[in-house]
């Protein structure tokens, strides 16, 4: 089983990326980092040392972007399907009711079609 948490280049996006390891390191789940942004995201972006976690035993794999699927929800549900995702961990940021509107919302549609549970942090 595994723990995927959602990285945007965002404080609530490292927030996930925090939680999503505390969770990993609990259960003794491997870590899957589903990475939001349209270019590779670095360890240094995480603000994770990958080797020291390896030390811990909590295994970290940066899923990258997948250019076949263009909306970031369902690359993040296409990869639960993928992986024995156990929990998806996603970071919420305040919107205005418009800005849902116009750009629709990841952790929306995340929420609401997810197969396992869904772990919403803030910053």
């Known amino acids: 089983m595994a723990i995927l948490a959602c990285y945007s280049d ?27 942004e349209k270019g590779q995201v670095t360890e240094d972006q995480l603000g994770i040392d990958l080797n020291t ?6 295994p970290v794999q940066i ?13 993040v549900l296409q990869a639960e399907q993928e992986h024995e995702v156990s929990m998806i961990v996603l970071g919420l940021r305040k919107r205005s009711r418009v800005g849902k509107l116009l750009m629709g919302s990841i952790a929306q549609r995340i929420l ?12």
């Open 10 to 36: 965002t404080e609530s996006g490292r927030a996930a990326i925090r939680r999503g390891l505390a969770e990993a390191h609990k259960s003794q789940d491997s870590l899957l980092v589903a990475n939001l």
């Open 53 to 58: 976690l390896m030390d811990f035993g909590v």
């Open 63 to 75: 899923l990258p972007p997948n250019p076949m699927v263009h909306d970031g929800a369902d690359f």
């Open 112 to 123: 609401i079609e997810a197969g396992c549970p869904v772990l919403a942090v803030k910053s």
